[in-house]
């Protein structure tokens, strides 16, 4: 059974920072690119940062360029989406994605986890 499992959401002031995990189970996690999206209230998904297969590229969302860093470790199943200067627009529920479309295999969205910046 495959599972994606975000953490490290929660409230933080504008300007502060938070570092989303999200730990793969069930898939052969070095196969897979990685990303994360953001939905907030009345939008539609977004992509915020993707890292492909392991040495691969990384990109980012313009709006979020310079702000957050995303990464992964292979050895533990988990990617991250380091968050700093916060903004209150940032605000959303952040999901992971893992893509297995390169190597043939599904695509695999976790739960969520809720980002509010706010004063």
């Known amino acids: 059974q495959v599972q994606l499992v975000e953490s490290g959401g929660g409230l933080v002031q504008p300007g502060g920072s938070l570092r989303l995990s999200c730990a793969a189970s069930?898939?052969?996690?070095?196969?897979?690119?990685m990303s994360w999206y953001r939905q907030a209230p009345g939008k539609e998904r977004e992509l915020v940062a993707l890292i492909t297969l392991p040495g691969g590229r990384k990109d980012y969302q313009d709006s979020v360029k310079g702000r957050f860093t995303i990464s992964r470790d292979n050895a533990k199943n988990t990617v991250y989406l380091q968050m700093n200067s916060l903004k209150p627009e940032d605000t959303a529920v952040y999901y992971c994605?893992?893509?297995?479309?390169?190597?043939?295999?599904?695509?695999?969205w976790g739960q969520g986890t809720q980002v509010t910046v706010s004063p």
């Open positions: 069930g898939v052969t996690f070095r196969d897979y690119a």
């Open positions: 994605k893992a893509n297995g479309a390169l190597v043939g295999r599904p695509t695999y």
